[in-house]
Structures are given as C-alpha cells and as structure tokens.
C-alpha cells in the first residue's frame, strides 16, 4: 500500500476529530483565518468548511489554504507528526504541491493551480476542488482519496421498477426517478431517493457512527455506496451528541407520590433515599410513584406498577389475578446479587415473568453421515425436550439456574452483535511485535503507531529475550495476546477495586492518554476474536450506557480503605452527635468535596454519604471517563453496548462461563465417518468429558479446549469456525487450531480412548510450555 494511502487515511480521520470537537492543535501566532485571503490552489476566498473544508492562513509561510483542496491534491501526502503543519501535511510540501500546481490549467475554468487530477487511466483532465463540486466531479473520501471527473465518475443504476418522481426522503421534495449527480438512490431500499445535498448535510451531522439508510436503518451498505458516491462522512460523533445538556429534560426523574393514602408527613414529593421514604418509580412507565411504606415495600429491589400499567397487563394478559400472582411469586429480593434479576434498565424494557418458566435440554450436536453438519431439527425428537424447573428445587437454586440461563442466552446475542461488527475487518493486516514480558508497553507502541487501524487484520508476533520473531507462535497468537492485555489492564492502576473495578484517577495516565488506548483496546479485543474485560463493577457499565444521571454509587464501589471506614462510620452513626464526630473526623475530605454544611439532623447522613461516593466515584474521574469513553467507541463497540446494555453487561461485569463437560460437548460438533460405531465413539468423548470435569483424567477441560482451538474461554464472538470433532482411523488425537478441529481416533475400548487422549494433550501442552 502506498504511502499516500496510509497518511491520508491517518490524516482524514485525525482532522475529523479534531475538528468537530473545536481542538486546535496551532499556534495562534502562526495561523488565522481572515475572510478576504484566497486559497493558493482554488483561488477563492471563500470560507466555508461544510464545501470545501477548513481554511487557514500561515503568516510566516504566506500560505492560505482550504482542507479538502490540499487532502484531495494528488502529489502530496502527509509527512509530519499530527501535532505539525496542517494536521501533518508541512508547509513546504504544501508550497511544493502549489508550485507544481500552478503548472496545471484547470480544465473547467481555465485558471493554473489545478491539483486535483482524474484517476481514471489516460485521462488527462485536472482541475480545482470547488469548480470540480460545481461540474459534477466525485470525491471519494476513503482510501487513497481518489477524484472522478465528470466523464469517468461513478454512476447508478436505475431501479427497474422506478416510475415517475417520489419524495425525498430527507427533504420531502419532488425528486425525478432518475440517478445522476444531484439525485442518488438507496442500495438497500426500493424507491429510496435523495439529493446529495440532503444526504451530504445528514452525513456531516450524524457522522459515522449515525449515518445510516434513513428508510430501513442500514448503516454498513448505505455507508459503502455513499462513500462511492462521493459523500464526506466524518469520523465524529453526531452532532446532537456534542451539545451539552441537549437531552437535559429526559434525564429528569420523576419524584412524587401517586398513591391515594400518601403516609408521608412531609408530602407527596419528599424523598429520602436508602429509607421508607424513598420513592419507587413504576417499572414500565416511570410517570409514577409511590414511597416504599405507602405500597408496603420492604425494599428498593422489589418491583412496582401503577393502576395504569398493571390494568393494561392484566386486559393483554386476560386474567389480572394470575398475571398478579406471578409477579409477587417472583420477588427480586434473591441471594444472587445480579443486576439481570433486578429493576429493569431506563432504556431497556424488562423481560416478562412467563419467559424464564422453562429451559431446553439437548444432546451434543451429531452429525451421522459423512462430514456434513447436521441441524438440531435432525436429532430425535427425545433429545430435544422443554423441562419446566422442578417445585422441589430451592428458590436460590432456582434462580441461579434461570440467571445462568439469562447470561447464556444474552452471551449469544452479544456473539452476534459482535460479529456484525467484525464485518468492518478487512485484509490489510497490521503487525504487532509483541514481547511477552513486556504485555503493555509493547502492545501501547503498536496501537499508538500512526498507520494502526482498528479495521485491519491483525498479526500478532512474539519476540523472544534475545528480541528475535519467535518462528512458531501457534494459532492462537492474537488470543493469547488479547489475554494477557485484559489481566494487565485487571491489574493496572488504570482501575481500582477487588473484583468488581470503576476506573481511577491517575494524572500521569490521563496526560499520555493511557485511558483512551485502553478502551480503544478492549474495543478492538472484542470485536478481533479476543476476551471481554469481565471486571467492570455495574456502576461503571452503567455510566458508561445511560451517563451519570442514572448511575447511583454505592460503598461497595469504594477501593480505599480509609475513605470506607469514614463512610460507614458516618452512615452506621445512630445519633447527632456521633454523626457530628464522624464529619470532623473527615473534614479535609468533605472541604474537598465541597460540602461545607453543618449537620443538623440525623437524616442529613444519607445526603453526605451520597455527595462522598458521587464525589470518589464519579466526579474525581470525570476526566479518565471521558477518555476512556472514546476509546470504547472504537469500531462502533460503544455504540452497541448503549443499545444492548444486558446483553454487553453480561460479558463487562462477568467472568467467563466455567468449562463444564456439558459446555463443552454443546461447543463440538460431531462428525463420524461412514461405517463406523457413532454410539460408541460419541460415548467415549462424553465419557472423557464427563471424567475429566470429576478429576479423574490427567488434563483438565480447558487443556482439551487449548489443545483443540489454542484458547482456554470461549470468546464473546464465539469461534470461526465452529468447533469440530472428527473421529477418523489414527492413532493418537490432533488438534488443528486453525480449522478449531479435534480428530479423535476410533478404539475398541474405551481405556485406549483415554490413555491416547491423555498422553496427546499433555505432551503437546508441555512442549509448548518449555517453547515459550
């Protein structure tokens, strides 16, 4: 790939940033923007950075350019740092691209300075950027940035089934059923026509991430055909997103009392929260409220509805007393401590009780006939049997059973997300040299190098003490790699916590932007095949999914023991005067908060306790959350978690499943060859299985799993391909982790099934072990 390539993909994506977010990186003495000073290549003075970008003069150079006359230039490319020149481009390569230019007749308005050339083959024609927009050229902003002429740009097809003029979409406007220059047409949706300038001006204000098909919400296929058509879609986040306070009267809670025998002394709208006072929203609607003691709600986790919402349940349900009674038969109050069991989320809507009544037991997929996959619709209807939970069983084990069913189904549809995201992946492949000692800092050097792109294949390589290329990294080198990132990053003082972590507040990572890579690399972890952090605390996942309004601290959140001690100390006080003790004792703390109060009464513990953790655990990182915030939107990953907050908080706030020999024998799919014994050889696999789960085999689950795909937990993404296992007429097993195969050999009995099994497993996990 060409060095123009490289730079100015680095450049376009950097200036969009930059831009839209009102950072300039120069110095006032060395740039200004006066309105009558033409650009050197087009000529004009206008400044106008929706057409023509950015304009700028450099006093010490006598330079005023516009952006996309220099970023569509052909004989230029971006040398400098992005703190240096023009984002990069230096000024004397700018005035080299001028005086070649000033060679060049622009073939529209006659005039020299024509940078801009077609890069159709034999085409002689050149010509400015803005008499270029006028005559109907296309300007791709991707890749090399290539410019068409009028003669040679790309076109549209016309649907076959297109009569007649339509409405366009965005404006509503009369427009021909006709593809030209100024009227383009939907690739993913029939009859689907727009101007260009419509589609031009939605694209500069949703930007990447929200430019999408505004008839069916498409957004890779829509985006594609608008990128060839010539539409500047920057990388930025929408425009309504960047307003502050934009979205400021949704945010409001809704604070008041609706029950007809209100039992609150100081009326219908006091609020008290962690007490009986506190108010409790309806859990579909949230347009009203009840305190806890005036519903005789013994706590906050127990759901509530209004007369509204639980009389349009009971009339869609048909029957309220059985749509009641199967609400209260399931209180939230549990022993297992998972948000997936409580209030539902602001945005999400919760799951009815009636979908968690059952769950589906089946048997290791078979296929019977050759080394096809067979569907599950082949198997025996018996193995394949819907088992209601048994009123034997406990509650607490009921729950956990349904909760674990919950995480398995919300795991699966984060595997899906994120394989849609994946499709952003193209060939280009970006080399990481990785030193196993050195997991961070080798790994911040690769992502911080100017031409990494999140999108490229990745090709990870380990060096060895010696800073040779190890020749043999294995399959599962990127894995592997993106395991050892997210331990490091568990361990880093990055976070802060036990098991659960909220990030931290370090100066000195703040200043070399530390925070921002590490969300850029869990972004780029997920949607490449690696694991999920899986130690972000709920108070962290939430604020990063609905923003702080919605995010209540807790004093499980707080790591420093002596901040603890202060708070419980001041929560756990039974009189004023003991509260009043507790606050001297932190005084410096509450001055750096800055509640400067008096305590009065007793009550005021629940406010100071409040203000104490909003303060440690929001405020005071304010600023690594925002950084590390646009990390995660690296790759559109932030942006699905926003519309799949459960699904992603299974896999942010949860370790991994633990291996079991049912997960396992789900994971595999079975191929037999003709002829041979399938019941048996079935029989053995799960049998190893099942003894190597009870600790009656010389390896564990996950050696069988790293023996046959290179990884110990199965990724969010899941596994491409799908894992297999082959029984075939060989003497010892094989794992092939590229194809993610198991060929097991087919034995007589069962004892040479395991010993084979065994002496395999352990002989090729310990020679990789001395290699590495």
């Given at each position: 790939m060409s060095v123009e390539f490289v730079d100015k993909r680095r450049f376009c994506q950097k200036r969009d940033q930059n831009s839209w977010m009102e950072n300039t990186t120069m110095s006032d003495n060395n740039i200004d923007c006066p309105q009558n000073l033409p650009c050197e290549f087009c000529q004009r003075a206008d400044d106008c950075p929706e057409k023509y970008g950015e304009k700028r003069t450099y006093k010490d150079c006598n330079l005023t350019v516009h952006y996309y006359c220099v970023l569509m230039s052909s004989g230029i490319w971006q040398r400098g740092e992005d703190e240096e020149g023009f984002y990069g481009f230096l000024p004397e390569d700018i005035q080299k691209e001028i005086n070649r230019a000033v060679k060049l007749k622009c073939t529209i308005c006659k005039k020299r300075g024509a940078s801009i050339g077609c890069v159709a083959s034999r085409c002689k024609r050149s010509y400015h950027f803005p008499c270029g927009v006028q005559r109907g050229c296309i300007f791709q902003f991707r890749?090399?940035?290539?410019?068409?002429?009028?003669?040679?740009?790309?076109?549209?097809?016309?649907?076959?089934?297109?009569?007649?003029?339509?409405?366009?979409?965005?404006?509503?406007?009369?427009?021909?059923?006709?593809?030209?220059?100024?009227?383009?047409?939907?690739?993913?949706?029939?009859?689907?026509?727009?101007?260009r300038n419509c589609l031009q001006c939605q694209a500069l204000s949703a930007g990447v991430f929200f430019f999408r098909c505004p008839v069916c919400n498409n957004k890779e296929k829509f985006q594609n055909e608008m990128l060839r058509?010539?539409?500047?879609?920057?990388?930025?986040?929408?425009?309504?997103?960047l307003e502050e306070n934009a979205y400021q009267d949704l945010l409001q809670c809704y604070q008041h009392c609706d029950i007809k025998?209100?039992?609150?002394?100081?009326?219908?709208?006091?609020?008290?929260?962690?007490?009986?006072?506190?108010?409790?929203?309806?859990?579909?609607?949230?347009?009203?409220?009840?305190?806890?003691?005036?519903?005789?709600?013994?706590?906050?986790?127990?759901?509530?509805?209004?007369?509204?919402?639980?009389?349009?349940?009971?009339?869609?349900?048909?029957?309220?007393?059985?749509?009641?009674?199967?609400?209260?038969?399931?209180?939230?109050?549990?022993?297992?401590?998972?948000?997936?069991?409580?209030?539902?989320?602001?945005?999400?809507?919760?799951?009815?009780?009636g979908s968690r009544?059952?769950?589906?037991?089946?048997?290791?997929?078979?296929?019977?006939?050759?080394?096809?996959?067979?569907?599950?619709?082949?198997l025996p209807s018996a193995d394949n049997r819907l088992i209601s939970p048994s009123p034997l069983i406990s509650p607490s084990v009921r729950n956990l059973t349904l909760r674990k069913m919950q995480l398995g189904v919300q795991k699966r549809e984060v595997s899906n997300i994120l394989k849609e995201l994946r499709s952003q992946i193209h060939t280009k492949r970006t080399r990481l040299i990785i030193d196993r000692q050195k997991i961070w800092d080798s790994a911040l050097k690769g992502f911080q190098k100017r031409n990494f792109d999140p999108a490229s294949t990745i090709e990870v390589k380990y060096i060895n003490c010696r800073a040779k290329i190890e020749t043999d990294?294995?399959?599962?080198?990127?894995?592997?790699?993106?395991?050892?990132?997210?331990?490091?990053?568990?361990?880093?003082?990055?976070?802060?916590?036990?098991?659960?972590?909220?990030?931290?507040?370090?100066?000195?990572?703040?200043?070399?932007?530390?925070?921002?890579?590490a969300g850029k690399m869990i972004?780029?972890?997920?949607?490449?095949?690696?694991?999920?952090?899986?130690?972000?605390?709920?108070?962290?996942?939430?604020?990063?999914?609905?923003?702080?309004?919605?995010?209540?601290?807790?004093?499980?959140?707080?790591?420093?023991?002596?901040?603890?001690?202060?708070?419980?100390?001041?929560?756990?006080?039974?009189?004023?005067?003991?509260?009043?003790?507790?606050?001297?004792?932190?005084?410096?703390?509450?001055?750096?908060?800055?509640?400067?109060?008096?305590?009065?009464?007793?009550?005021?513990?629940?406010?100071?306790?409040?203000?104490?953790?909003?303060?440690?655990?929001?405020?005071?990182?304010?600023?690594?959350?925002?950084?590390?915030?646009?990390?995660l939107k690296t790759l559109g990953v932030l942006e699905k978690m926003q519309m799949n907050p459960e699904a992603f908080c299974s896999i942010f706030c949860h370790k991994p499943e633990?291996?079991?020999?049912?997960?396992?024998?789900?994971?595999?799919?079975?191929?037999?060859?003709?002829?041979?014994?399938?019941?048996?050889?079935?029989?053995?696999?799960?049998?190893?299985?099942?003894?190597?789960?009870?600790g009656e085999s010389a390896v564990t689950l996950e050696d069988i799993l790293v023996f046959a795909t290179g990884i110990r937990d199965v990724p969010p993404i899941g596994f491409d391909p799908e894992p297999a296992v082959k029984f075939l007429q060989i003497k010892y097993p094989v794992g092939k982790r590229d194809l993610n195969c198991l060929e097991l050999p087919i034995t007589k009995s069962y004892e040479k099934f395991k010993r084979s099994m065994d002496f395999a497993i352990r002989s090729t996990l310990r020679l990789e072990s001395e290699v590495h």
């Open positions: 890749e090399t940035f290539p410019s068409y002429c009028w003669k040679h740009r790309p076109t549209q097809k016309r649907p076959s089934n297109s009569k007649g003029p339509s409405q366009c979409t965005i404006c509503l406007e009369l427009v021909e059923h006709a593809p030209s220059y100024n009227i383009l047409t939907s690739p993913c949706c029939k009859n689907a026509w727009f101007h058509m010539g539409i500047h879609i920057p990388e930025k986040d929408a425009s309504w997103e025998r209100c039992l609150c002394r100081n009326g219908r709208n006091y609020n008290e929260p962690d007490s009986k006072w506190e108010i409790k929203r309806c859990q579909y609607c949230g347009s009203s409220g009840t305190h806890l003691a005036c519903s005789s709600l013994t706590s906050w986790e127990q759901n509530w509805e209004c007369v509204e919402c639980r009389t349009i349940l009971a009339k869609s349900n048909g029957n309220c007393q059985k749509w009641r009674k199967r609400t209260r038969s399931m209180p939230e109050k549990t022993d297992i401590g998972d948000s997936l069991l409580e209030d539902p989320s602001p945005k999400c809507p919760r799951q009815s009780p009544l059952g769950f589906l037991v089946r048997s290791p997929k078979i296929c019977p006939n050759g080394f096809s996959q067979c569907s599950q619709l082949d990294s294995g399959h599962s080198s990127n894995e592997d790699f993106f395991q050892l990132l997210m331990l490091h990053l568990q361990n880093s003082s990055l976070f802060e916590g036990n098991s659960s972590k909220n990030l931290s507040f370090d100066s000195q990572a703040l200043k070399e932007n530390l925070y921002y890579e972004a780029v972890s997920l949607v490449h095949g690696g694991p999920a952090p899986g130690f972000f605390s709920k108070t962290l996942f939430n604020w990063l999914v609905y923003g702080t309004e919605f995010v209540k601290p807790t004093i499980e959140d707080v790591a420093d023991t002596e901040l603890l001690q202060s708070i419980e100390k001041i929560k756990s006080a039974g009189t004023l005067s003991s509260l009043e003790s507790a606050v001297n004792d932190c005084s410096k703390y509450l001055a750096t908060v800055g509640y400067l109060n008096p305590v009065t009464t007793l009550s005021d513990k629940n406010m100071l306790v409040n203000e104490m953790l909003h303060y440690h655990i929001i405020k005071r990182t304010i600023l690594s959350f925002e950084s590390f915030r646009q990390g633990k291996l079991s020999a049912k997960l396992l024998g789900d994971l595999f799919t079975i191929h037999c060859l003709p002829g041979a014994n399938k019941a048996r050889s079935l029989d053995f696999w799960m049998g190893y299985l099942q003894e190597t789960e009870g």
